[in-house]
């Protein structure tokens, strides 16, 4: 089984290498369907999301970690162990860490707008 980092930047090349979404519902659905294809190729761990927090396995948000973000109501926040993904309406993505100083990733919408330029 690979180390959770290296899986982790496995799913965040296979995420860049995708179609740029045009939605909110189809960026948050490439990040579930891509994390959980990287974990069943790289892990032995199975798919049981009760268990999140103990079974080393990484899970995509959850709708119940939704939060819309003050000042930008077409941007919705995920916040997960050490990151905080941010979804926007035309389908952007970005994850940052959870202090929020480092941008891990970016990926604009299919109209070329990033999270922020909404």
């Known amino acids: 089984m690979e180390p959770t980092h290296v899986r982790f930047k496995l799913f965040l090349e296979r995420l860049g290498r995708a179609p740029a979404p045009q939605t909110y519902e189809e960026a948050l659905s ?3 369907d891509i994390l959980i294809e990287v ?5 032995d761990i199975p ?4 268990h999140w ?3 080393g ?3 995509p948000p959850q709708l119940d970690s939704e939060r819309h973000v003050e000042g ?3 941007v919705r926040r995920f916040r997960s162990r050490a990151h905080n993904t941010f979804v926007g ?3 952007s993505i970005q994850i940052q860490t959870v202090n929020g100083n480092d941008v891990v990733f970016e990926k604009n919408g299919a109209d070329g707008r990033a999270v922020w330029d909404q």
């Open 53 to 55: 927090e103990t079974d």
């Open 39 to 43: 974990e069943n190729e790289h892990t």
């Open 30 to 32: 490439q990040i579930s």
């Open 47 to 50: 798919y049981d999301p009760e």
């Open 72 to 74: 930008h109501d077409r």
């Open 57 to 59: 396995r990484m899970y």
């Open 89 to 91: 309406d035309n389908g």
